[in-house]
């Protein structure tokens, strides 16, 4: 028996497109899309990648510096050298193969930016759209691979291990499908949406970490989320909008309620502290103050900068009524990014055979406590790469067949009931927020247990909004577990 495909990849993030491209000629590669392709976390990143390529200026050993400080010194070592001392490779590989136009000074050098909680300019950018740019060169460079496909509007959502591989469970819009393949890697992203307010994508639903949670795969520190102190204020919408990292490294200023700044009331850092503290700062002079209205100024810049620098932020806000070369911007922190995840080796391998993970939804151990801006990008390309290393190998002496029938299609169901996102999210925002509140968190457990108990064992057709609020109750509960845990211990 030869399996439907030698490697399904679930997500068509950055993660998942590398991976793709670096599977040789010889390997069929199916890379599936939730939704459109491009709707991913990795198209959002606005700030930029980062990576030691000016090593005039720059040093790999300051890089690890500046991430385990960030990272409270609780960060994987290996797992970090790894990352900064392979990343510059894979970055320039962007550039000179795949045609990622990185802004350039005049000298028509990389021109890099500085960022918070890093000691160098180090970080590669397209305008505030890297990972826009990044994210369609790769698309396009796996376009044209005749061993890579993509099926898009195809949610993964069972996967069932026999000998040889697994048989993987779909919804499409023409129904549910199942295929067989010699291997998974999940590239699924990030949980945002179990928050009421996010910049992440409406995909961001954590369904690859509670399908690789059901299949016994190890999940660790689910707790670490990060809250980026600069989300676009905005009066209405669950997605929030980004006001890069970038923006504070080019010089904003951050305000409080009276127009004044207030960081160095914190920590000395000022604005460039790490994300974790100016979340904490902001959260804390709202309690000073009584206020929840912050704003960023970069008006001093001039209209020419802005414009040229951060042209999507400019447009984006200039949509919800804010001149950033004439206004203030309002900003409050929101859900950004998750540092734990499904547990990994340095070779993206998980505890369950043939399941591989990659990006924001693996838990590689790089980031620590708190994740440095820009090294998302980084980790994503860098183990990607490495996931395909240890699949390669394994493919050269294990054959892949599997020849059990395929399980049996999911029955009818009820109606999804209304409400438990809203209770999910509600739940999450009271109790694991910024300033997390411990008692909030015990009680909110027992009401996500008590939803999860009711998907799983209530009768619900399988459809994407029941796998959704499934995940969704599944992620709240693993977290909130983690933190009585923690507390507890």
């Given at each position: 028996?030869?399996?439907?495909?030698?490697?399904?990849?679930?997500g068509?993030?950055v993660?998942?497109?590398y991976?793709a491209?670096?599977?040789?000629?010889?390997?069929r590669v199916?890379v599936l899309?939730?939704?459109?392709l491009?709707?991913?976390?990795?198209?959002?990143?606005?700030?930029?990648?980062a990576?030691?390529?000016?090593?005039?200026?720059d040093?790999y050993r300051?890089?690890?510096?500046?991430t385990l400080?960030?990272?409270g010194?609780?960060?994987d070592?290996r797992?970090?050298?790894i990352?900064?001392?392979e990343?510059p490779?894979?970055v320039l590989?962007?550039y000179?193969?795949?045609?990622v136009d990185?802004?350039?000074?005049?000298?028509?050098?990389i021109?890099?930016?500085?960022?918070g909680?890093h000691?160098?300019?180090?970080?590669?950018?397209?305008?505030d759209?890297?990972?826009?740019?990044?994210t369609?060169?790769?698309?396009a460079?796996?376009?044209?691979?005749p061993?890579?496909?993509?099926?898009?509007?195809?949610?993964?959502?069972?996967?069932?291990?026999?000998?040889?591989?697994?048989?993987?469970?779909?919804?499409?819009?023409?129904?549910?499908?199942a295929?067989?393949?010699?291997?998974?890697?999940?590239?699924?992203?990030?949980?945002g949406?179990?928050?009421?307010?996010?910049?992440?994508s409406?995909?961001?639903?954590?369904?690859?970490?509670?399908?690789a949670?059901?299949?016994g795969?190890?999940?660790k520190?689910?707790?670490?989320?990060?809250?980026?102190?600069?989300?676009?204020?905005?009066?209405?919408g669950?997605?929030?909008?980004l006001?890069s990292e970038?923006?504070r490294?080019?010089?904003?200023?951050?305000?409080?309620?009276?127009?004044?700044?207030?960081?160095?009331?914190?920590?000395?850092?000022?604005?460039?502290?790490?994300?974790d503290?100016v979340?904490?700062?902001i959260?804390q002079e709202?309690?000073?103050?009584?206020s929840?209205?912050?704003?960023?100024?970069i008006?001093?810049?001039?209209?020419?900068?802005?414009?040229?620098?951060?042209?999507m932020?400019?447009?984006r806000c200039?949509?919800?009524?804010?001149?950033?070369?004439?206004d203030?911007?309002p900003?409050?922190?929101?859900?950004h990014?998750?540092?734990?995840g499904?547990?990994v080796?340095?070779?993206g391998?998980t505890t369950?055979?043939r399941?591989?993970?990659?990006?924001?939804?693996?838990?590689?151990?790089v980031?620590?406590?708190?994740?440095?801006?820009?090294?998302s990008?980084?980790?994503?390309?860098?183990?990607?790469?490495?996931t395909?290393?240890d699949i390669s190998?394994?493919?050269?002496?294990?054959?892949?067949?599997?020849?059990?029938?395929?399980p049996?299609?999911?029955?009818?169901?009820r109606?999804?009931?209304?409400?438990?996102?809203?209770?999910i999210?509600?739940?999450?925002?009271?109790?694991?927020?910024?300033l997390p509140?411990?008692?909030?968190?015990?009680?909110?457990?027992?009401?996500?247990?008590?939803?999860?108990?009711?998907?799983?064992?209530?009768?619900?057709?399988l459809?994407?909004?029941?796998?959704?609020?499934?995940?969704?109750?599944?992620?709240?509960?693993?977290?909130?577990?983690?933190?009585?845990?923690?507390?507890a211990?």
């Amino acid at each position: 028996m030869v399996n439907e495909t030698d490697v399904i990849i679930a997500g068509s993030g950055v993660a998942g497109l590398y991976a793709a491209l670096n599977f040789a000629p010889d390997v069929r590669v199916l890379v599936l899309s939730k939704r459109e392709l491009t709707l991913c976390n990795s198209f959002l990143a606005q700030g930029g990648v980062a990576a030691v390529v000016d090593k005039e200026n720059d040093d790999y050993r300051l890089h690890i510096a500046d991430t385990l400080i960030a990272g409270g010194y609780k960060n994987d070592l290996r797992s970090l050298e790894i990352l900064v001392n392979e990343g510059p490779e894979d970055v320039l590989r962007l550039y000179k193969e795949m045609g990622v136009d990185f802004d350039r000074d005049e000298d028509k050098h990389i021109s890099m930016t500085l960022e918070g909680g890093h000691s160098r300019r180090r970080i590669l950018h397209h305008k505030d759209s890297t990972g826009r740019e990044i994210t369609e060169k790769l698309l396009a460079a796996a376009r044209r691979k005749p061993n890579i496909t993509f099926l898009e509007n195809a949610q993964l959502v069972s996967l069932t291990p026999e000998e040889g591989g697994y048989w993987a469970g779909l919804l499409t819009p023409g129904g549910y499908r199942a295929m067989t393949c010699s291997y998974c890697i999940l590239c699924t992203g990030g949980i945002g949406r179990v928050y009421p307010y996010t910049t992440n994508s409406a995909i961001a639903t954590g369904d690859g970490i509670t399908l690789a949670h059901e299949l016994g795969a190890r999940i660790k520190n689910l707790r670490l989320v990060q809250f980026h102190p600069t989300a676009f204020a905005a009066a209405e919408g669950r997605e929030r909008f980004l006001i890069s990292e970038a923006v504070r490294g080019e010089g904003a200023l951050l305000l409080n309620c009276d127009r004044k700044r207030f960081m160095d009331r914190y920590d000395e850092r000022g604005e460039l502290a790490p994300r974790d503290v100016v979340s904490r700062s902001i959260m804390q002079e709202a309690r000073r103050t009584g206020s929840e209205k912050f704003y960023l100024d970069i008006r001093f810049r001039g209209p020419e900068f802005i414009q040229n620098r951060f042209p999507m932020i400019y447009s984006r806000c200039l949509e919800e009524g804010v001149d950033i070369t004439a206004d203030l911007i309002p900003v409050f922190p929101c859900q950004h990014y998750l540092m734990g995840g499904i547990d990994v080796s340095v070779y993206g391998d998980t505890t369950v055979d043939r399941l591989y993970a990659a990006g924001e939804c693996s838990h590689t151990g790089v980031h620590g406590l708190n994740r440095l801006a820009s090294n998302s990008l980084l980790e994503a390309l860098v183990f990607a790469r490495r996931t395909t290393y240890d699949i390669s190998r394994r493919m050269r002496h294990e054959g892949s067949g599997v020849t059990a029938p395929p399980p049996p299609p999911p029955a009818g169901g009820r109606e999804l009931a209304t409400g438990y996102r809203t209770a999910i999210r509600g739940i999450m925002q009271r109790a694991w927020f910024v300033l997390p509140d411990y008692g909030a968190a015990r009680e909110g457990l027992k009401q996500a247990e008590a939803i999860l108990q009711d998907l799983r064992q209530g009768g619900y057709a399988l459809t994407p909004d029941y796998v959704e609020a499934k995940s969704l109750a599944t992620i709240c509960t693993l977290i909130l577990r983690e933190v009585m845990a923690e507390q507890a211990g």
